[in-house]
């Protein structure tokens, strides 16, 4: 896939405020093409089938590299430091702690890793100097009303193992590659920690796609270094990433994280119990170590979730039957028979959530749209136009579960049922 100059990424900086939302929506889609799998894709940036409304001007945050991670030897990919954005929090929200872990896929190669070391998911010299906080992380008590005055953490994906990747793994390349995501995750930890997380009566870690898997892995970190009487949970967004054969039978996404898992040596980063069984690899997949987890939980994921629709259930495949085409990439493109096994993935997902369901300290909002991280932005986090289960928008749920206000497990009907999705199209 080609890559674009970074100064076109964000030319959504100097949009009229009418455009500020459709743009953001854009550039946060468009990064996830240009970071999962390296593999060739799409160019196109998608759309949404709604029009999504008029957001406030941007909540920019600037950029901090961690002072800690040089003598730590906490390296993104290619060397350089890692680092985050941080928006302190005020008043009521003073004490309390939200961290955002950022996605952008995983790579499974030296060649891969190679190519991600020259992108900002893989090298801090282009991450961006300031980024806009919505959603979960934003300052507007109208968008963010039960977050938006909480010290507010973006840290940044520059690894591509998850925040899990293990030091002990780069002997095998002949490359000067650096595989600390663990080292990243622990060293920007202990430098909050210093800036007064220590003190924290609430937090929350949270995080999207990788990000949200990586929610996943170091949920118990988070909450073992936080102080005992804090009240603290974790939310993973677009993390729940299903163990499924393809349409044509192969076993691809397992394939990928068991070579992630080997080349960039996550598997002592992965929960213990799990990992000692037969294929440790297979201890990616939440479904496997969902339910070890000891700290609260709360899972938003879309159950046609795009990025799992067009990468592990109907991969880009010469093999692949042309009729696909069109319906990966646009779910209203979708026949009958398509239809059949795009509701048979929501169907595994159901079933894969099962027994979590049953955790009585978990909550979820799985809704039946086509789309993937819904926190990150206000359309799709809290508006009036948001997506809504129940009445209830995304934030609405994460804030009624984790003020212990009342139990959410909100499970949508299948697609099309839901006309207050935002169902995206790469067309």
């Known amino acids: 896939m080609a ?28 990064v996830f093409f240009l970071s999962f799998f390296f593999d060739p894709t799409s160019d196109s940036v998608p759309s949404v089938d709604r029009s999504p409304p008029i957001a406030s001007p941007p909540d920019l945050v600037k950029l901090t590299l961690s002072s800690k991670a040089k003598e730590r030897g906490a390296f993104c990919l290619d060397g350089s430091l890692p680092g985050y954005h941080f928006h302190k929090g005020s008043g009521s929200g003073s004490k309390s702690w939200l961290l955002h872990l950022e996605g952008g896929g995983w790579c499974s190669s030296i060649a891969s890793c190679s190519a991600r070391a020259m992108t900002m998911l893989g090298s801090s010299t282009y991450f961006e100097d300031e980024v806009d906080f919505q959603g979960v992380l934003s300052s507007d008590p109208s968008l963010n009303p039960e977050f938006f005055n909480w010290n507010r953490v973006k840290i940044r994906y520059c690894d591509g193992a998850s925040f899990a990747g293990r030091p002990e793994a780069e002997f095998k390349n002949g490359t000067r590659l650096f595989f600390r995501g663990q080292l990243i995750w622990e060293t920007i930890m202990d430098e909050l920690l210093s800036m007064g997380m220590s003190d924290a009566k609430q937090g929350i870690l949270t995080g999207c796609s990788a990000g949200g898997l990586a929610t996943l892995i170091h949920c118990d970190y988070f909450r073992d270094h936080l102080p005992k009487d804090a009240a603290v949970k974790c939310v993973s967004d677009g993390g729940f990433f299903l163990n499924v054969p393809d349409v044509l039978g192969h076993p691809t996404m397992r394939s990928f994280y068991h070579n992630v898992v080997n080349l960039q040596g996550v598997e002592k980063s992965l929960d213990h119990n799990c990992v000692a069984k037969p294929e440790p ?118 804030g009624d579960w984790y003020f212990n206000r009342k139990p959410v497990k909100l499970i949508d009907c299948p697609y099309p049922c839901n006309p207050s999705c935002y169902n995206l199209n790469f067309t």
């Open 281 to 398: 690899s297979t201890c990616m997949f939440p479904q496997k170590f969902l339910n070890n987890i000891r700290t609260p939980v709360f899972l938003v994921n879309p159950a046609y979730d795009f990025w799992q629709i067009q990468h592990v259930l109907v991969p880009a495949s010469p093999n692949l039957d042309k009729s696909w085409a069109k319906c990966r990439l646009n779910i209203k493109e979708c026949d009958a028979a398509q239809m059949k096994v795009l509701h048979g993935f929501r169907s595994s997902m159901m079933d894969a959530i099962g027994k979590f369901h049953q955790n009585k300290a978990g909550g979820m909002f799985i809704d039946s749209c086509y789309s993937h991280c819904q926190t990150l932005m206000s359309a799709t986090w809290h508006s009036p136009t948001s997506t809504r289960i129940e009445n209830k928008t995304i934030a609405e749920s994460v």
């Open 3 to 30: 890559i674009p100059r970074l100064s076109s990424l964000l030319r959504w900086r100097k949009l009229a405020k009418s455009d500020w939302l459709v743009a953001s929506i854009g550039f946060v889609l468009f």
